[in-house]
């Protein structure tokens, strides 16, 4: 988090605009990786904030790495996410609104294995076995990811 700690470590909590990547993971079983959140209980897919230097690409498969323990061997692009509904305020009272590039990854390798000070357990879940609570900013982009899925195959 070399970026992020350099630009608190000036303006505090002040909202700022991150940008990130993520990868929503689909096994052959059409099923999607989800994480339950250590810092507020939601279920989501892997993503985080670009550190200095990075691609979308690269920022993508070291969150997605680091997160899950699988590395993504073909990103396929999927959709931006930006704007108000990217607002977020972290327990710790940090703002950011969210400026990702998010990418859907069907060929992957790696033995899965959560990063414990961010995620409290993952899964392959079906299409209709979705967990509670969701985080609100990525559930609208999964139920798109699982049509996407369906019409790309």
């Known amino acids: 988090?070399?970026?992020?700690?350099?630009?608190?470590?000036?303006?505090?909590?002040?909202?700022?605009?991150?940008p990130g990547a993520a990868v929503l993971f689909f096994n052959e079983n059409n099923e999607i990786l989800?994480?339950?959140?250590?810092?507020?209980?939601?279920?989501?897919?892997?993503?985080?904030?670009m550190e200095y230097g990075e691609t979308f690409e690269d920022t993508a498969k070291r969150e997605a790495f680091e997160e899950s323990g699988l590395i993504a061997d073909?990103?396929?692009?999927?959709?931006?996410?930006?704007?108000?509904?990217?607002?977020?305020?972290?327990?710790?009272g940090d703002e950011i609104y969210?400026?990702?590039?998010?990418?859907?990854?069907?060929?992957?390798?790696?033995?899965?294995?959560?990063?414990?000070e961010e995620v409290i357990q993952q899964r392959f879940f079906a299409e209709d076995?979705?967990?509670?609570?969701?985080?609100?900013?990525?559930e609208?982009?999964?139920?798109?990811a699982f049509r996407f899925i369906k019409e790309h195959k």
Not at 129 to 138: H, T, V, W
């Open 1 to 18: 988090m070399g970026y992020i700690m350099d630009l608190r470590k000036v303006i505090g909590h002040k909202p700022i605009i991150i």
């Open 34 to 49: 989800l994480h339950e959140r250590a810092d507020n209980g939601f279920w989501g897919y892997p993503g985080g904030s």
């Open 74 to 92: 073909e990103l396929e692009f999927f959709d931006t996410e930006s704007g108000e509904e990217t607002h977020y305020i972290y327990p710790h």
């Open 98 to 116: 969210v400026a990702g590039i998010l990418f859907i990854c069907r060929k992957f390798h790696g033995e899965m294995k959560v990063q414990e």
């Open 129 to 138: 076995e979705l967990p509670s609570p969701m985080d609100p900013m990525n």
């Open 140 to 144: 609208r982009f999964i139920r798109k």
